[in-house]
């Protein structure tokens, strides 16, 4: 399909009731055209998954299995108990309770292990499944755009800047606890996206946003904007109740999760563990939240830059992270090419959603290539960021893209060299 097609059949779409086309395909079988790029559609996901995982898997021949928390954690459920067994001695992270060890983590990333752990056990590389899930992620993200009407071309672009314009690549070469759970909300994300560009049903965009917050539970501030976006789509009560109801689930499921391991539904853990120097300063000084923890997100996101050495590469990253100016230059194009106001909705709102009280947090991450924490909403921001690049990536583009693949490549090397 054309660019000039396509951006007629999605100014036609906007000036229709968002569940206009829903209604008007319900019962009807699809046409010859229909099945066509239905065929083209799938076959375009398939490649995508296979390229980017052929590329993941190639740049890393081994991943750090030192930290697998998620992997005790799904053998715990397979043997009917939530404390880990057999956790080596070395592993931080954990708290210490009436002699048993339990992870603080939320749950879902350790249920979506529970497959493979029963057949290969605590062996099981948790690094290279969490590539598998980031390369899928990348494919259901080409498909959302897909969706919503963005060309073949603004499509691949903003596909490559996923996988290997920020700092995904790097968070699976890493592949430990910390980053699996990044990138299964990375992929959850991705269907979320997937989800809103398409019929937007609010059951399953309730199921999507919940498995993020039971992944890491910073996703949980995008639940009012989540809402609010199906309100705007639908107009019907119907679609907010059945989300709802699924948050409302999710939660009794969290609740219960603290009750087993903590015996208390509304510690999740973190206040357990036990801190290390600057962290442990900090947080006994003014808790987890605070506005003085703002100038160091700010520093990491927006100017941290990499460390110079005198052997080639000449540059290392510092273990507190890279601005997003050197691992995702492509982002700029928003300063300089505002995509028009519908794509800011609901996408804007679910990036200051997220983006915003994690700039209070005590940390900002640390052993890690860039900033990490900008994967629980960079997904959405690409959005916007793809309706820039319309009708087609400009030479321009394309530099600043290979300039941020270059830099994550880097950053993949360095996290073997360093072994992250």
């Known amino acids: 399909m054309e660019t000039g097609e396509v951006a007629e059949e999605t100014r036609a779409a906007l000036r229709e009731p968002p569940d206009a086309l829903e209604r008007r395909s319900r019962g009807r079988p699809a046409g010859p055209r229909a099945q066509v790029d239905a065929r083209r559609a799938a076959a375009e996901t398939l490649l995508v998954f296979a390229a980017v995982l052929a590329v993941y898997l190639a740049a890393t021949p081994r991943t750090n299995q030192a930290y697998r928390h998620f992997v005790y954690q799904a053998d715990a ?177 969290y609740l219960a999760f603290n009750q087993a391991r903590f015996g208390d539904p509304l510690q999740p853990g973190y206040r357990l563990l036990t801190m290390g120097a600057p962290n442990a300063e900090a947080v006994a000084r003014w808790g987890f939240f605070d506005v003085r923890y703002i100038p160091q997100h700010l520093y990491a996101m927006f100017f941290q830059g990499p460390e110079l050495v005198e052997a080639p590469p000449f540059l290392r990253p510092s273990p507190w992270g890279l601005a997003l100016v050197f691992t995702s230059p492509l982002a700029a194009r928003l300063l300089f090419t505002p995509p028009p106001r519908e794509a800011w909705w609901p996408w804007g709102a679910f990036v200051l959603t997220l983006a915003l009280p994690m700039l209070a947090y005590f940390s900002v991450g640390w052993v890690q290539f860039g900033y990490r924490y900008s994967l629980d909403w960079w997904v959405f921001l690409l959005v916007p960021l793809a309706y820039a690049l319309r009708p087609a990536p400009r030479l321009v583009d394309y530099l600043l893209l290979a300039a941020g693949i270059a830099m994550n490549a880097l950053g993949v090397y360095w996290v073997q060299r360093l072994g992250w």
Do not use: M, N
Not at 86 to 113: I, M, Q, R, S, T
Not at 115 to 135: M, S
Not at 146 to 165: E, M
Not at 216 to 243: E, K
């Open 77 to 253: 459920f397979l043997h009917g108990h939530v404390d880990l067994r057999g956790l080596p001695a070395y592993y931080h992270d954990v708290v210490h309770l009436d002699g048993k060890v339990y992870a603080p983590f939320p749950p879902v990333p350790a249920v979506l292990l529970l497959p493979l752990v029963a057949v290969a056990g605590t062996d099981l590389d948790q690094g290279r499944v969490g590539q598998v899930l980031a390369a899928l992620a990348v494919a259901v993200f080409t498909a959302g755009l897909r969706r919503l009407g963005l060309s073949r071309a603004v499509r691949l672009c903003t596909a490559a800047a996923l996988a290997f314009g920020s700092v995904l690549w790097p968070a699976t070469a890493i592949g430990t606890t910390w980053f699996f759970a990044q990138v299964v909300v990375v992929l959850a994300a991705a269907a979320l996206v997937w989800e809103l560009a398409g019929p937007a049903r609010g059951a399953v965009a309730g199921a999507l946003l919940t498995a993020a917050w039971l992944s890491r539970v910073s996703l949980l501030p995008a639940v009012p904007a989540v809402a609010l976006s199906l309100w705007t789509r639908h107009r019907r009560p119907a679609a907010l109740w059945a989300f709802a109801a699924v948050q409302a689930v999710g939660l009794l499921v």
